[in-house]
């Protein structure tokens, strides 16, 4: 079992910007790939940005990149997503998830990834 626990959401304007964080616990955290999700009211969930087991991997949805970062501490077993630029279309609440039995992934897909954090709420007012 990984436990997952995000944490950095808040309020803020359009243009500002904020760092999420996600600590991992229960497993050895450099042997999951690692991914940030969201989901906005009334839509599906949604890829955000993914990073490999090493780091040396990562990958992001269109309409972040540029804007955000993906990046991974294994030593601190963390998980970091810092935004910038930030846009009301990027309210949602933000999960990490983790991904193990693969040696390397920045996937996409939720339902490759076998733990989830409980979520962290980012509001952008314009």
């Known amino acids: 079992q990984v436990q997952l626990v995000e944490s950095g959401g808040g309020l803020v304007q359009a243009g500002g910007s904020l760092r999420l964080s996600c600590a991992a616990s229960g497993r050895t955290f450099s042997n999951y790939n690692m991914g940030w999700f969201r989901q906005a009211p009334g839509k599906e969930r949604e890829f955000v940005a993914a990073i490999s087991r090493t780091g040396i991997s990562t990958r992001y949805v269109d309409s972040v990149k540029g804007r955000f970062t993906i990046s991974r501490d294994n030593a601190k077993n963390m998980l970091y997503l810092q935004m910038n630029t930030l846009k009301p279309e990027d309210t949602a609440v933000y999960f990490c998830?983790?991904?193990?039995?693969?040696?390397?992934?920045?996937?996409?897909?939720?339902?490759?990834?076998?733990?989830w954090g409980q979520g962290t709420q980012v509001t952008v007012s314009s």
């Open positions: 998830a983790a991904r193990g039995g693969v040696f390397h992934s920045t996937s996409q897909i939720d339902s490759q990834y076998d733990y």
